[in-house]
């Protein structure tokens, strides 16, 4: 059996040691201790990482909504007509044929530039564009070419945009026959994947 726990010298005085019993029970508490400290230490990152992906989609929502407010409340009641002839409304949107919608709108950008902006809805996509309404075309005789296209939110698993009309009641659509009037208000209603539905209502002056 094992006894080594002291060791006497030749001088008659008495060495103290460690049984390997003694060792091995360090080491296991040792190794004990740092699986907690670890664990601890990846539940606060995996905490972290979670909560910065949570302020992360708030944010881009809300920066969305507010991105749409700020067109809605600018809309200009009046037709535009392009220099290729092409008559804009102030406001124009239904649903579109993928279980989405389109909303166009006419307002002024910074330097009072009438501009075209419009929000798509589709294949689980929200996508925004932004063109001048008397753009160029590149080329003499060549088409203007497309507004860049950029998208604002995805996973939107469906998306449903309603007019508030003078009679107080809300329509599914704003057609060109409205032209030259603006909605009371728009509601949009974005449901999004493994998060649930969003809606926001917006007051035009």
């Not at 709108?105 to 001048?132: G, M, Q």
């Amino acid at each position: 059996m094992w006894r080594s726990t002291r060791t006497e010298l030749a001088s008659g005085r008495v060495q103290g040691g460690f049984t390997l019993l003694e060792i091995l029970v360090a080491m296991a508490l040792f190794a004990i201790a740092s699986v907690i400290a670890y664990s601890g230490l990846n539940a606060v990152i995996s905490t972290k990482a979670a909560l910065e992906q949570e302020i992360r989609f708030w944010r881009d929502l809300g920066q969305v909504f507010d991105r749409m407010e700020m067109d809605f409340v600018q809309i200009v009641p009046h037709v535009f007509r392009s220099s290729q002839a092409k008559t804009y409304p102030p406001l124009q949107g239904s649903r579109s044929e993928r279980n989405g919608f389109f909303i166009e709108l006419s307002r002024y950008d910074e330097a009072r530039i009438p501009v075209r902006v419009a929000y798509r809805c589709d294949d689980k996509v929200l996508n925004f564009s932004l063109e001048p309404i008397n753009a160029r075309p590149s080329v003499a005789g060549a088409p203007a070419p497309s507004a860049p296209v950029h998208p604002l939110l995805n996973n939107v698993e469906q998306c449903e945009v309603a007019y508030l009309g003078a009679d107080n009641a809300w329509l599914a659509a704003w057609s060109e026959k409205q032209a030259g009037l603006k909605p009371k208000a728009i509601r949009i209603r974005l449901t999004l994947g493994g998060r649930g539905q969003f809606e926001r209502l917006y007051y035009l002056p």
